[in-house]
């Protein structure tokens, strides 16, 4: 069973175009965290939203924690190619031992 | 900079075989984790230790243990591979986590390949 539901699974544009990546759960998160992977490589952090209702922005990265802290979402604006890569959302549900139930990560390409 | 190092980027092995896959921090972090990971079905936490000597299991332990027998070094171990544990390995540590959450850094993964 997934705890975080993260959609969608592909998303292929124009270079320019804006997207939205959502992230969502029926359990409540003490933080939401955001990586980035590119291929050959581990995930890397992006952002870490905190506060329910919290925006974080990241230059044309926008990311934002919902207020009940179930559900967040990244938004891109005018995408790069250089923006091409997996994009992880993870949960932390306040262990002591830094458990993160990651999503299933939406796949990102962006075309010149 | 945090680094985690993993032992090797690529491994072939044959069924039945013994495989271990070695990962290292240098930043002192208490807790490490091993994950797989596969195409749609993102990264599946099989092992995690937040100390020396302990471990707790993910949500895949079957077919895997792990050793932790010093701060830094984080061993996964496949005691006779199986060609569904083909697949991308990815190690990871992180601090205790504060009230912030706690960042997770990873290694540049183990592409395994068992025939």
């Not at chain 1, 790069?80 to 990651?102: H, K, N, V």
């Not at chain 2, 491994?11 to 994950?35: A, P």
């Not at chain 2, 596969?38 to 299991?57: Q, W």
């Amino acid at each position: 069973t997934q705890l975080l539901e993260q959609s969608p699974q592909f998303l292929s544009i124009q270079e320019g175009e804006n997207l939205t990546v959502y992230c969502n759960s029926s359990s409540v998160f003490s933080s939401l965290q955001w990586y980035r992977q590119e291929p050959g490589e581990g995930p890397v952090l992006l952002v870490t939203v905190v506060t329910g209702g919290e925006v974080k922005k990241l230059k044309r990265l926008t990311f934002q924690f919902g207020d009940a802290r179930k559900d967040s979402s990244l938004h891109i604006t005018a995408a790069q190619p250089g923006d091409t890569g997996l994009y992880l959302c993870a949960g932390d549900r306040g262990s002591t031992l830094g458990r993160l139930y990651f999503g299933r990560g939406t796949q990102l390409t962006v075309w010149p | 900079d945090v680094k985690v190092t993993q032992s090797s980027r690529y491994l072939v092995k044959r069924t039945g075989e013994k495989v271990f896959l070695e990962c290292v921090q240098d930043m002192d972090h208490e807790n490490m984790f091993w994950y797989r990971q596969d195409p749609g079905l993102g990264l599946r936490l099989i092992y995690f230790s937040y100390d020396v000597k302990m471990k707790e299991k993910g949500d895949i332990p079957e077919g895997y243990s792990v050793s932790r027998e010093k701060k830094e070094r984080f061993s996964l171990i496949l005691e006779s591979a199986s060609t569904n544990q083909t697949s991308m390995y990815l190690c990871a540590s992180s601090l205790i986590p504060g009230l912030a959450g706690t960042e997770q850094f990873f290694g540049p993964g183990t592409r395994l390949t068992v025939l």
